[in-house]
């Protein structure tokens, strides 16, 4: 099995920043794509930011030249550095992992429990 334990939600104000943190754990082999999802009341959730094992990033426009992700790999870490928040940016923020397990040999997507992040003034 694998958890996704993520951190540093919160609230802040408009204009301000944030870290949110995911650390993946368990039965692992290999992690290949991690990332951030995000929802907001009454919309659809929608990818944020990816990350490959090696390193190359993509992001949603909308969060473009704010927000960028970063990994530790052999942290099984990924991160999301949240710069010049606006409030539409306030949403539930979910991490991802493509894992191959160690056990089951098996590639599935994992999620966190989400994190909250609130921007208002």
């Known amino acids: 099995q694998v958890q996704l334990v993520e951190s540093g939600g919160g609230l802040v104000q408009p204009g301000g920043s944030l870290r949110l943190s995911c650390a993946a754990s368990?039965?692992?082999?290999?992690?290949?794509?991690m990332g951030w999802h995000r929802q907001a009341p009454g919309k659809q959730r929608e990818l944020v930011a990816g990350i490959t094992s090696g390193g190359s990033t993509n992001y949603a426009d909308s969060v473009k030249g704010r927000f960028t992700i970063s990994r530790d790999n052999r942290k099984n870490t990924v991160y999301l550095q949240l710069n010049s928040l606006k409030p539409e940016d306030t949403a539930v923020y979910y991490c991802?992992?493509?894992?191959?397990?160690?056990?089951?040999?098996?590639?599935?997507?994992?999620w966190g429990q989400g994190t909250q992040v609130t921007v208002s003034s």
């Open positions: 991802y992992a493509d894992v191959l397990g160690s056990r089951s040999r098996k590639r599935d997507d994992y």
């Open positions: 368990g039965s692992i082999f290999s992690i290949y794509d």
